[in-house]
């Protein structure tokens, strides 16, 4: 059989595409760990919630205005969480506030429904439907806005962390908290702004996912799509999280359309974890994560 390139190179460029998207919600578990050396096990919930928010806010006919309240409360829910649920929990082992948020994660998951019902909710982007030719491809429109907003929001983030004080100020709290601490630096306060950037980065991929996949207590099953992406990048890593992204997308893109038709589907839900557990076996920290040696 003849090898298609046009078929090669749009399962490359969706994978790319996608692959951004992913990256925009691993930066919240990259965002989290660097500050508390902490997994954020309720991600996924994270963005389910800033889903039902945007069509809370938005009420059926405003798409902007859903947008800010989403971003605005789920900014304010993160800082909150941490001064009420995670604050009391310093000082104490990694994996109470591991299994602090796998217990938030839960309730999460279970208070939405009953709020605002069982029923799938639609979310309209202000952009067009209609496919976008590039040569022989044609590219959809809520796939290139959401790349687009994860290319530019990455980069801030990137900016925030190397160039402002605040963002040179959780790197220094993010490698040694003892020491930041007695350098003048307030510790408390940038773990909540950690989690309150967490919350934003949230509402930003939960409002680009939910104009693809709908609002619904499913949406929150992007956190374990996402999961192989933090891993194989680096947990404490921000351009991890965007090579991570980018390489998971393309996987399972290309394994969707060329394995799919052999095995009646469903390989590119875990072809990312086959090369994540291939990946940890020789950089256990992953690509770009920090190597760290503890003595015991």
């Known amino acids: 059989m003849d090898f298609d390139f046009t078929f090669f190179a749009l399962l490359m460029t969706n994978g790319v595409l996608i ?16 500050a508390t050396d902490a ?17 809370l806010g938005a009420f059926g006919v405003n798409f902007w205005l859903g947008l800010i309240v989403s971003v605005l409360g789920m900014a304010a ?14 000082g104490r082992p990694v994996v109470a506030v591991i299994m602090a948020t796998i217990g938030l994660a839960a309730v ?8 605002v019902g069982v029923d799938t909710y639609n979310i309209t982007l202000p952009i067009s439907d209609e496919p976008i030719e590039l040569g022989p491809l044609l590219l959809q429109p809520v796939q290139l806005f959401g790349a687009g907003v994860a290319l530019a929001f990455l980069a801030g983030f990137t900016w925030f962390f ?19 601490m007695a350098m003048g630096i307030n510790v408390e306060r940038y773990f909540a702004l950690a989690w309150a950037m967490a919350g934003l ?27 192989p992406v933090v891993i194989l990048g680096g947990l404490d890593s921000i351009v991890g999280a965007i090579v991570g992204g980018l390489i998971i997308g393309v996987v399972e893109s290309v394994a969707a359309g060329y394995l799919d038709p052999y095995v009646g589907g469903g390989t590119k839900d875990f072809a990312p974890y086959v090369l994540m557990i291939l990946v940890l076996m020789f950089k256990p920290y992953g690509i770009f994560g920090k190597r760290k040696i503890e003595r015991v």
């Open 108 to 115: 999460l998951r279970g208070i939405w429904p009953m709020l």
């Open 77 to 90: 829910f993160g800082f909150v969480l941490e001064r009420v649920m995670l604050r009391p929990l310093i």
């Open 162 to 180: 190397l160039k402002s004080r605040m963002g040179v100020a959780m790197r220094a709290v993010a490698d040694n908290q003892q020491v930041a």
């Open 39 to 55: 997994i954020n096990f309720a991600q996924g919930e994270f963005v389910m919630m800033a889903g039902y928010l945007a069509v």
């Open 19 to 34: 692959g951004l998207m992913y990256s925009l919600i691993a930066l919240g578990f990259v965002l989290v760990y660097k």
């Open 201 to 227: 980065v949230a509402a930003l991929g939960g409002v680009v996912w939910s104009s693809m996949l709908g609002v619904d207590t499913h949406l929150a099953l992007i956190g374990l799509k996402v999961f």
